[in-house]
């Protein structure tokens, strides 16, 4: 496989608004994502992204994924309890995803980590 990108979406608590968010994932285990929320995310895109209201984290979406199975969120570097996602369960092929529901409280860093 090869690196790839990959959509995400947030939904607002406060004001309902989505918040779609670029996500690029390098073609390798033990790597961070990269983010950017103004257009594709690179390999020297930000390794976070900062939230910008309390939301929750409802989808990552992509067309195929790198040579790592899983990944798993963090928040401010800690993991979060919940929050690991195999690549298998967010291809785009699969239209009947379950939200992920993950919340993030405003002002927090989410990153993810390959596994």
Do not use: H
Not at 74 to 87: E, F, P, S
């Amino acid at each position: 496989m090869a690196a790839i990108n990959a959509t995400l979406v947030m939904q607002g608590l406060r004001t309902g608004k989505n918040y779609i968010v670029d996500v690029y994932a390098p073609d390798a285990v033990a790597t961070l994502f990269t983010f950017n929320p103004a257009g594709n995310a690179v390999a020297t895109s930000n390794a976070s992204y900062r939230v910008p209201e309390d939301v929750l984290l409802k989808d990552i979406v992509a067309v195929g994924g790198p040579t790592a199975t899983s990944f798993t969120w963090t928040k401010d570097g800690a993991v979060i309890a919940g929050g690991v996602c195999r690549w298998a369960n967010q291809l785009a092929a699969l239209p009947q995803r379950r939200d992920l529901n993950i919340p993030i409280p405003a002002g927090s860093f989410l990153g993810a980590i390959q596994a």
